[in-house]
């Protein structure tokens, strides 16, 4: 075949999706059965829901407005200007994408990858030739480890933690409230349901890191859960490059700073198209300078914001100074919202 995508999640299956419409012969591995889960914010930034839409992929769920950040009895808002994001839940995003992807053709096999071999030719897994590979297999990729693409991670390690409450969503904006030692963002992803996330580089159970946010704990207290508690983590992962000879490296797979602007959808969509380009034109090593410059604004706006924010006294600045300067926390957010622009002169599109 032409390419094999490996990992069957919003990147991998996005990629399959580009390459099926652009002609290629793909197929999917993915070793999970059925619809994946996550742990994650859940919110779709407007960039992921017009890359989603010219995919015609609609997954339903709860329109937003933009971002609220909150700190005790400070609260600030930023809309976004290119339009309404959407809170969509993990499970919906990923029948949505899979049931598009299965419609184009795209065989999906419930396989696990374990030996990758390349040549100049093509590369083989298992015993299965392609002529490419894309390793879309999440934030810990056994794939990027096995290609020797790791790098030390330097800063403290941090974690997130999910639970849904059977709740009417209280607003249409992602909610943002800082802790000293923690951020808990509340997306409402349907009428009758709200997810709350909770990212921390410290140690404790959900409803540990949760008390450190009692107005919100007071708003969900007596609420059902729906379904158990999701983590994820450490969200921080280095790697050296995003390619090594046919093989790409595609959404978290290929480097994660952290989950604090909530551009990991966005993004995935924005390199999936990229990565097909570069196997079409047979120019993979043009594929790491589109990420680079793809991820470049994630990649400084949420080093900034992990510095900045790293000392409790910055933290506890943060919401006060947004409320001083509107424009600048706009600013942030519409440069947040904005989907990633692609090379139109690289090559066909997905």
């Avoid at 600030?76 to 029948?95: N, Y």
């Amino acid at each position: 075949m032409d390419l094999l995508v490996v990992g069957g999640g919003p990147a991998g299956l996005a990629t399959a999706l580009h390459a099926a419409r652009a002609g290629l012969d793909v197929a999917v591995w993915e070793q999970r059965a059925g619809t994946v889960d996550k742990a994650c914010g859940e919110g779709l930034m407007p960039g992921a829901v017009t890359a989603l839409g010219a995919l015609g992929v609609h997954p339903p769920g709860h329109d937003l407005r933009g971002i609220r950040y909150i700190a005790g009895p400070r609260r600030v808002d930023a809309d976004f200007a290119a339009g309404p994001g959407r809170g969509v839940r993990r499970t919906t995003l990923h029948a949505a994408l899979r049931e598009t992807v299965l419609a184009a053709g795209v065989r999906v096999e419930q396989r696990t990858a374990r030996r990758v071999e390349q040549d100049e030719d093509g590369v083989s897994v298992d015993g299965t030739r392609a002529g490419h590979l894309v390793a879309a297999d999440g934030l810990h990729s056994p794939i990027r480890r096995a290609l020797g693409l790791d790098r030390p991670r330097r800063a403290r390690p941090r974690h997130g933690l999910r639970r849904h409450y059977e709740l009417v969503p209280w607003s249409d904006h992602v909610e943002v409230h800082w802790a000293p030692h923690a951020e808990a963002y509340v997306t409402p992803v349907a009428g009758d349901l709200v997810g709350v996330a909770v990212l921390t580089g410290a140690r404790g159970s959900y409803d540990d890191h949760l008390a450190a946010f009692p107005e919100l704990r007071e708003r969900l207290a007596g609420a059902l859960h729906a379904g158990p508690v999701r983590g994820a983590g450490p969200l921080r992962q280095d790697t050296s490059a995003r390619t090594v000879g046919r093989v790409l490296l595609v959404g978290d797979a290929a480097g994660y700073v952290d989950a604090l602007t909530g551009e990991g959808v966005a993004l995935a969509l924005a390199q999936a198209p990229a990565a097909v380009r570069a196997v079409i034109n047979g120019d993979v090593a043009g594929y790491e300078r589109e990420w680079r410059r793809l991820t470049r604004r994630y990649r400084w706006l949420t080093h900034a914001l992990l510095g900045a924010t790293r000392m409790p006294p910055a933290r506890a600045a943060l919401v006060p100074l947004a409320q001083r300067l509107p424009w600048l926390f706009a600013a942030t957010v519409d440069a947040l919202a904005r989907p990633a622009r692609q090379h139109q002169a690289s090559g066909p599109s997905g």
